[in-house]
Nanobody, 111 residues
Framework: VQLQASGGGLVQAGGFLRLSCASSRRTFSNNAMGWFRRAPGKERDFVAGINWRGGSTVYADSVKGRFTISRDNAKNTVYLQMNSLKPEDTGVYYC?????WGQGTLVTVSS
């Protein structure tokens, strides 16, 4: 499974971004997916996860109520809608499927 993340960029605090992660394999539809992020100087941390049907989601406490993870199995794509962004959301965001990681997309939130 290969994962291609996109949608990162520079945004002001309070703004929004939508990340996408496309898979090249149909096996995507049978696996849970997740988003992680690595803030500058920190370890990679869990952000959000979604089961393969898309009916169950889980979020890190720091993003609850602001971020929404979703997936479109027909397009082999998982999304992360990020609203009310804060400077502390800055980091490289990675999508994950089992033991496979995407290359990361940089999100920078200015104050």
């Amino acid at each position: 499974v290969q994962l291609q993340a996109s949608g990162g960029g520079l945004v002001q605090a309070g703004g929004f971004l939508r990340l996408s992660c496309a898979s090249s394999r149909r096996t995507f539809s049978n696996n849970a997916m997740g988003w992680f992020r690595r803030a500058p100087g920190k370890e990679r941390d869990f952000v959000a996860g979604i089961n393969w049907r898309g009916g169950s989601t889980v979020y890190a406490d720091s993003v609850k109520g602001r971020f929404t993870i979703s997936r479109d199995n027909a397009k082999n794509t998982v999304y992360l809608q990020m609203n009310s962004l804060k400077p502390e959301d800055t980091g490289v965001y990675y999508c994950n499927c089992g033991t496979t990681w995407g290359q990361g997309t940089l999100v920078t939130v200015s104050s």
